[in-house]
């Protein structure tokens, strides 16, 4: 069964750093891109970040480029979003989903909080 | 590129036909995707390609459209429907999404 596991959120100060993991299993991890996406309190949904499946290709969203790196460890089957300078607008459920376009399996969220 | 939907909210019944509709800033061909979403869980892939239904989604959702207008349509709505949809567009990066349809019981 496919199944996608995010795991390192939490409550952290603006200005600080976070990294969000997310393991997969009951697939092959390096056939398939893999996407961040973000819903905050109360919202809509928003895309965040895309990696290829080797890892040489990525792209982010406006809101987060040059604070946000999206990496993965294909021998572990999983996939990274380092975050940095966190803002209090950062502050959502963090999702990894399988895909690059169409998203066919997410995770089960994870919350992210930056607040003093 | 911008997406918008509507209506923003509706309120159906069960048993009811229910269309959302998105709209897309430019054209993006059938490069579309619907999402549901219900309260505290991921969204689930309904429809990709504009049209092609998702393996295991029921067959009374359905989509249609290309370039710039597209349509999900529920042809007749159960109990489980109940949720906020959204479209999102899959032609280019940043792939950014539909502010959402809330569907909620009349």
């Known amino acids: 069964q496919v199944h996608l596991v995010e795991s390192g959120g939490g409550l952290v100060k603006p200005g600080e750093s976070l990294r969000l993991s997310c393991v997969a299993s009951g697939f092959i991890f390096n056939d398939y891109y893999m996407t961040w996406m973000r819903q905050a309190p109360g919202e809509g949904l928003e895309w965040v970040s895309f990696?290829?499946?080797?890892?040489?290709?990525?792209d982010y969203a406006d809101s987060v480029k040059g604070r946000f790196t999206v990496s993965r460890d294909n021998a572990k089957s999983s996939l990274f979003l380092q975050m940095k300078n966190l803002r209090p607008d950062d502050t959502a459920v963090y999702y990894c989903a399988r895909g690059g376009a169409h998203l066919d399996t997410w995770g089960q969220g994870n919350l992210v909080t930056v607040s003093a | 590129i911008q997406l918008t939907q509507f209506p923003s909210s509706l309120s159906a019944s069960v048993g009811d036909r229910v269309t959302i509709t998105c709209r897309a800033s430019?054209?993006?061909?059938?490069?579309l995707a619907w999402y549901q979403q219900k309260p505290g869980k991921a969204p689930n892939l309904l429809i990709y390609?504009?049209?092609i239904l998702q393996s295991g989604v029921p067959s009374r959702f359905s989509g249609s459209g290309s370039e710039t207008d597209f349509t999900l349509t529920i042809s007749s709505l159960q109990p489980e429907d109940f949720a906020t949809y959204y479209c999102q567009q899959l032609d280019r990066f940043p792939r950014t999404f539909g502010p959402g349809t809330k569907v909620d019981i009349k």
């Open positions: 390609a504009a049209s």
């Open positions: 990696i290829s499946s080797s890892g040489q290709t990525v």
């Open positions: 430019q054209d993006i061909a059938t490069y």
